[in-house]
């Protein structure tokens, strides 16, 4: 407890929280936006279950607009869950951490733990504010709010699953990397741009190939996510389950691997 209060004063002595907090206000609003306005183009279009945006259903749409926000708050949990990590190297109080904690996995638990604080405060955050504006859009749309109904608060629970569970990623990113700007780059480009990528790329092997590389792109990350929190949008997504495997694998695997080596590292 007393390793997770002192990584907790550490947060609070950095400016990064509050501009991340900033941050993430103007990306929620813009998450918010797109989702109004993509559901009520599917409503006016008379599809709300299935047709000419394909395999869509009421279940989807309003599961989006009830974890608005989720992108870009888990990028930010993603990139300040790392920052935990590399602010040690950065700020050079690596070696004075782990000599007044010799067991250097503890100081990693100590970390994971702050990092899913972090996600869960994100994720209280965008879900206060979703139970107030979706019900708002769903109301522009001639659509009852659906808060009555289990699917809401499945998508609702499983998205702070996912926010953990990035955070977890996060931390294992950060020692895997170590440098702070370095993380921060290639987190924010591979979650951002490498998302568009790597759809294109398993796009064209499905039509290429094989069309079972359309299944398989539940593997990129974020897809993953959308998965497990939205359920299967389309005729080849995979079941709900799978999306939650392959991101619980990404954070074992991270977590697993970081703290592995963060114990045989020298930190000198």
Known sequence: MNLVRAELLKLRTTSLWWIFAITLVPLYGLALGYNWLTATVITEMNVPDEGAFGF????????????????????LVLLLSAILVTNEFFHLTATATFLTT???????LAKMAVAMLIAV???????????????VALASMNQ?????????WSAISLNLLVHVLWALVGIGCGVLIRSQIGTTITLTVLYVVGTQIFTAVFAVLASQVDEVFMKLRVLVPTLASDLLVSGP????????????????????????LGTL????????
């Open 56 to 75: 869509i259903s009421l279940e989807n749409i309003v599961s989006n607009l009830y974890t608005s926000g989720q992108f870009a708050g888990v990028l």
């Open 102 to 108: 010799p067991r250097r996995e503890l100081v990693i």
């Open 121 to 135: 405060t994100v994720w209280v955050f965008t879900t206060a504010l979703n139970l107030i504006f979706a019900p």
């Open 144 to 152: 009852e709010t659906y808060l009555d109904d289990s699917f809401v």
């Open 233 to 256: 949008q389309g005729p080849d997504d995979l079941p709900r389950w799978v999306g939650a495997v392959v991101l619980l694998s990404y954070a074992v695997v991270a977590g697993v």
């Open 261 to 268: 080596i963060t114990k045989r590292r020298d930190i000198a």
